[in-house]
C-alpha cells in the first residue's frame, strides 16, 4: 500500500450494494487494481519542493509517490541551522515539525501526503553525507516508478545530493527524470522557452543552469521539455497550497523574490531515460 498516497477522498469507489457478495466484493477488486499502478516518485529534497515544482502531478489524477529526503528529526543535531535561526526558530525540532505540519496540510489540498526519509537536512549536518544510503533509502521506499528528482539548478546542497542519487540509481536502469526546482530554478526567472515569453537578449537563466549542471554530462537545451502551463484554476489552488509554508515563506520570496504567478504558474520536467 506504499503507493497508495493519494487520500481516499480523492478516489471514486464504488458502494458496496448490501443484497450482493458479488457487489460487496467489487470495490475491493478496485483498490487491488489502484494499487497495481506504477506512480511517478517525486523527490522532494525538503518539505515544500514537491508542492512549489510539480503541482501540476500532484493536482492530476495519476498515481503520485512524494518523498521528502530530508525529513528527519534534527533532535541532537551538530548543524548551525542557520536557516531556521534566519526564520526566526530557536528549537529547530519543533520547527521541523511545524513545517511537516505545513506539508501535510499543502498536500492536503491535493489529497496527498508525503514519506519522510530520515536524513537531516544540510543546516543541521557538520559533515558531508554519503550518497550510497541516501540511493539505497530511496530505492527501498520507491522501488518502482519513473524518479524525478531536483535538477539542483541553483546548486542547493541538499538538491545536489537528491539529483546525485537519482542519477545513481539512473545509471542502474533506473527511469529518472529532473525537474526545474523552483524557486531555486528561477532565480534569473525561467527561460524564454519554457515562459513562452520572447527572449530577452540581455537575460539567458539557462546559462545559470548550464552551470549548475555542469559535470552530470546533462544539458537541459538538449532535452525535451514538458513544459505545463498551469490554468488559472489550477494555479489559484497551488498558491494556496504554497502558502501554507507559512514559516517558510517570507526568507524565500526575501532570496529568490516574489512567489506569484509568473514563477509558479510554469513548470517544467525532463526525462532523462526512455
Ligand atoms: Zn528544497
Not at 22 to 36: D, F, G, K, M, V
Not at 122 to 130: K, M
Amino acid at each position: 500500500m506504499l503507493f497508495r498516497q493519494r487520500a481516499p477522498a480523492r478516489r471514486t469507489r464504488a458502494h458496496p450494494h448490501e443484497s450482493s457478495w458479488a457487489n460487496y466484493l467489487e470495490p475491493w477488486r478496485t483498490i487491488e487494481i489502484a494499487s497495481a499502478v506504477v506512480p511517478t516518485v517525486i523527490l522532494s529534497p525538503h518539505p515544500d519542493d514537491a508542492v512549489l515544482s510539480l503541482w501540476h502531478l500532484l493536482d492530476g489524477d495519476g498515481e503520485v509517490v512524494v518523498l521528502n529526503v530530508f525529513g528527519g528529526s534534527p533532535a541532537g543535531h551538530h548543524g548551525d541551522a542557520w536557516w531556521d535561526r534566519l526564520t526566526g526558530a530557536a528549537d529547530s525540532v519543533a520547527r521541523v515539525a511545524e513545517r511537516h505540519a505545513e506539508d501535510r496540510a499543502a498536500l492536503a489540498m491535493a489529497g496527498r501526503e508525503a514519506v519522510n526519509l530520515d536524513f537531516l537536512d544540510g543546516q543541521y549536518r557538520d559533515a558531508e553525507l554519503p550518497l550510497e544510503p541516501v540511493v539505497d533509502r530511496i530505492a527501498q521506499a520507491a522501488p518502482e516508478g519513473l524518479l524525478l528528482a531536483p535538477g539542483a539548478l541553483d546548486r542547493h546542497r541538499d538538491h545536489l545530493i537528491v539529483r546525485a542519487a537519482a542519477l545513481a540509481l539512473g545509471a542502474r536502469g533506473r527511469e529518472v527524470g529532473l525537474y526545474a526546482d523552483v524557486p531555486h530554478a528561477t532565480v534569473y526567472g525561467w527561460p524564454a522557452w519554457v515562459s513562452g515569453e520572447p527572449p530577452d537578449p540581455l537575460l539567458d537563466p539557462s546559462v545559470h543552469w548550464d552551470a549548475a549542471l555542469a559535470g552530470t554530462g546533462i544539458s537541459l537545451r538538449d532535452l525535451p521539455a514538458d513544459v505545463h502551463a498551469l490554468t488559472p484554476e489550477a494555479l489559484d489552488r497551488k498558491l494556496a497550497a504554497v502558502r501554507a509554508y507559512r514559516t517558510q515563506l517570507p526568507a524565500l520570496e526575501a532570496q529568490f523574490g516574489a512567489l506569484g504567478p509568473e514563477v509558479l504558474g510554469r513548470e517544467a520536467t525532463w526525462r532523462l531515460t526512455p
